[in-house]
């Protein structure tokens, strides 16, 4: 009978998170490819060949967040319907505790952990790499073909671009507007045709300009159009322009990878460069630089240990609140959801205080949440 009881328990949590993790993922998905790929696509700088490998790249990097949150609502949905259906109370009838008949949500949610460690620590921050390094190729590829004719080009920061025909691999009209900090215009180029190239070793698109005229404003005053000093114009017969594509994907060009991108063993690595830097100059105690490390390093374990602390949450507040409707229980997940990571990110405020040691404190949401799902659990099989 109790085989019986836990492949029927484990029959309906299983499907509740397999689906809530779908949904979760495609949500995430879908959020992440409007950002970052559609506009591409939709401007005809990507193929669709290449579109999919992108999507298919971003899976592991969207479920770090998915396994977490499919986790919760899986198990609130799940155990939410047998509660408001008396299911639950019916097995604590027949003499089963609230440990026995949670126990195949106990040993999913295991599961769920070990494979969010695997996927945090290694396949997410290698996927995302490589979907970035996909994407650079795809654009450097046929670089001209990231400009569109008679379309503003706004994709670089502080920059504004438009052309009036395309002759080949040689554009012709080509406008140029670079933008202060307040998007207003401080410097104007027109030429009267342009080509452009890709710099592989500074990452860089270099667009080359020639017959151009160029408008210089001062830079205090740039709605300043008295002449004079206020606006100088210049002419060249050629002159180049470099276009940092981190720029275009919303980062700053860095010579090095960011510690998010990075896997355990990177990180790993980059953590006993700290080590030996500290030696070499005597520091005492933990430095910035590594703290910041193991900050990291520590919060890609904890989030992966957040699957299994959100479905021990879950569990007796799925019974407490027993709704068997799928959008209440989705509304509940995305709460404590934004709760915890609330907390994780109020965390990492503090890493440039090593004497406080964030990177043991960003365990303390995992810690609250089993501690509070432990008690909970505990009373709901009293009562």
């Not at 998905?29 to 579109?51: C, H």
């Not at 996927?127 to 400009?147: G, Q, W, Y």
């Not at 004079?228 to 860095?254: I, S, Y």
Request: charged share 20%; hydrophobic share 50%.
């Amino acid at each position: 009978m109790l085989n019986l009881l836990h492949r029927h328990v484990f029959k309906e949590i299983f499907v509740a998170i397999t689906l809530a993790m779908g949904l979760f993922v495609f949500v995430l998905l879908t959020g992440n490819a409007i950002r970052d790929i559609v506009g591409l696509v939709a401007a005809g700088k990507l193929e669709a060949v290449t579109f999919f490998k992108l999507i298919g790249l971003l899976i592991p990097y969207v479920a770090v967040y998915a396994l977490p949150l499919g986790m919760l609502t899986g198990t609130l949905i799940a155990i939410g319907r047998l509660s408001s259906q008396r299911e639950i109370t019916a097995m604590k009838s027949a003499g089963l505790s609230l440990y026995q008949i949670a126990s195949p949500v106990f040993f999913i949610a295991f599961l769920g952990m070990v494979l969010s460690i695997v996927v945090n620590l290694h396949f997410a921050p290698t996927a995302k790499v490589a979907s970035r390094a996909m994407l650079t190729e795809a654009i450097t590829a046929n670089p001209v073909d990231f400009i569109e004719e008679k379309r503003f080009i706004n994709e670089f920061p502080g920059l504004v671009f438009y052309m009036g025909e395309k002759d080949g691999q040689t554009m012709k009209d080509f406008w140029i507007w670079v933008l202060d900090e307040d998007k207003q215009v401080k410097e104007f180029l027109r030429a009267a045709s342009g080509e452009l190239d890709f710099d592989r070793e500074s990452n860089e698109l270099v667009l080359r300009v020639f017959d151009a005229t160029v408008e210089l404003r001062d830079s205090k005053n740039v709605e300043d159009f008295s002449g004079g000093e206020a606006m100088r114009t210049a002419f060249f017969e050629e002159t180049d322009f470099a276009l940092p594509l981190d720029d275009v994907f919303g980062e700053r060009k860095t010579k090095r990878l960011k510690m998010k991108y990075m896997t355990f063993a990177q990180l790993m690595k980059m953590r006993d460069a700290t080590f030996a830097k500290e030696a070499e100059i005597g520091e005492k105690g933990i430095s910035e630089d590594r703290m910041k490390v193991q900050v990291q390093l520590q919060k890609n374990c904890a989030m992966a240990f957040s699957t299994f602390s959100l479905a021990l949450f879950g569990i007796p507040l799925a019974i407490q609140v027993g709704r068997k409707e799928t959008y209440a229980n989705l509304a509940i997940a995305l709460v404590i959801a934004m709760s915890y990571y609330f907390l994780m990110i109020a965390v990492t405020w503090f890493e440039d205080v090593p004497a406080i040691r964030p990177d043991l404190l960003i365990w303390l949401p995992n810690v609250l949440f089993q501690s509070l799902g432990i008690f909970l659990i505990y009373r709901a099989g009293r009562h």
